[in-house]
């Protein structure tokens, strides 16, 4: 009898703690926010601080458009809530190609190629007469998870130097090489101190004297050339020409880089780079860093920028709006003037990464604010370009 006993007292507990456990409400899943001391794996493998994922209340949204001066009175209007963050698919590895999506963009097959395509191809021609190789892209260090260049790697990349009071250089803006005696650049960066730049420094990862490398070129400056449709006091046309005394020397370390000329593109990664700030308010990093970013349709872009009085009409096809969606990456002081390039393989060797201009760097709300910043979209003046630097 008290074995009875005992085994139907157990089994009344055993059902007492089945029902008692169902009736326990369980925290919902996926709602747990990780806070500012969590940390996240970034593409670039490295542990990085989790960032504030809504926005301090009251804070101020700054243009970053003059490079040299803080300006805290650049939005019109009253201050938009940001948008929340969307979910993406992540992004490649920086400084990695971004295939093609199959059956998505192809080309359309001209046999009357633009005159700025031809010119690249003698230039590659040149350098690598048995072999279209380029550099392999960096994965070694980060900035604000920004990579480091590697040697070789951007080989387009320039620096745009102002000579100060003191007689130093001053780089202040990025451009890209496109022919031998010509950088496309962001007219705006023509007239920084208000005074035109005089000098570009060409095939160098590191600004610092100390640091330079023997492969880096440094041309002065024999003309400016600004697009005659731009305005100091808009944000359009802004793209500009930096004709060179002499001819850069083609090297693997220094050589064009080729100009996009299609309206659409063949991927939404796009890879940005320059010499500037990781961050608002920091100073320049003088290293080549690249970062890659999501190209944002120009209807969103527009429904997400707050008003701004240099953008009456908003942004228009002539430029293109980027956005880290995953880790808020951004271009910065130092950066205007800059690329924003696809990084594709090459159609015969996989391996082999062809860079394509497709934009400048031109400005953008608060680096890293969450809003998209805007590039001049290149192939918009291809006409204008081939004019000035192959006519």
């Known amino acids: 009898m008290l074995r009875n006993l005992s085994v139907c007292l157990i089994s009344f507990m055993g059902l007492w703690c089945l029902s008692h456990t169902h009736n326990q409400r369980l925290p919902p899943e996926g709602r747990m926010r990780p806070s500012r001391d969590d940390t996240i794996r970034s593409p670039v493998d490295r542990d990085i601080v989790f960032p504030e994922l809504d926005a301090a209340p009251g804070r101020p949204e700054e243009m970053w458009f003059h490079i040299t001066d803080f300006q805290f009175d650049r939005v ?71 990579v480091l260049a590697r040697p070789g790697e951007y080989p387009h990349m320039a620096a745009v130097g102002f000579e100060s009071d003191r007689g130093r250089v001053d780089y202040k803006c990025g451009g890209s090489l496109i022919s031998e005696r010509f950088v496309l650049t962001a007219a705006h960066c023509t007239s920084i101190y208000e005074t035109a730049p005089k000098w570009v420094r060409i095939g160098d990862r590191d600004l610092v004297a100390e640091r330079r490398s023997v492969e880096g070129q440094l041309l002065r400056i024999e003309q400016v050339f600004a697009h005659p449709n731009y305005k100091k006091e808009m944000y359009y046309d802004d793209i500009a020409l930096l004709k060179l005394e002499k001819e850069v020397e083609l090297t693997e370390y220094v ?46 872009c527009n429904a997400e920028l707050p008003p701004l009085a240099e953008t009456p009409s908003g942004v228009l096809e002539s430029q293109i709006c980027a956005q880290d969606y995953i880790l808020n990456r951004d271009t910065c002081q130092g950066d205007s003037g800059g690329p924003l390039q696809l990084n594709l393989p090459g159609r015969r060797r996989r391996q082999r990464i062809h860079y394509h201009l497709i934009g ?14 805007v590039y001049t979209r290149v192939s918009s003046f291809l006409d204008w370009i081939e004019l000035t630097v192959w006519a």
């Open 360 to 373: 400048i760097t031109s400005y953008g709300v608060f680096c890293r604010s969450s809003y998209p910043s």
């Open 255 to 300: 050589r064009p880089v080729r100009l996009w000329v299609f309206p659409e593109l063949p991927t939404t990664i796009a890879f940005a780079m320059g010499y500037g700030a990781t961050s608002f308010a920091k100073p320049m990093t003088n290293r080549l860093t690249n970062l890659n970013l999501t190209v944002v349709p120009n209807a969103e």
């Open 76 to 146: 019109e209007g009253p201050t938009q809530p940001k948008p929340k963050p969307r979910q993406h698919p992540p992004p490649p590895r920086p400084g990695q190609p971004f295939p093609p999506p199959p059956g998505g963009f192809k080309k359309k097959e001209n046999k009357q190629r633009r005159l700025c395509e031809q010119k690249y191809s003698e230039y590659v021609e040149r350098i690598f007469p048995n072999d279209t190789a380029v550099a392999e892209d960096a994965n070694d260090a980060d900035f604000d998870g920004r």
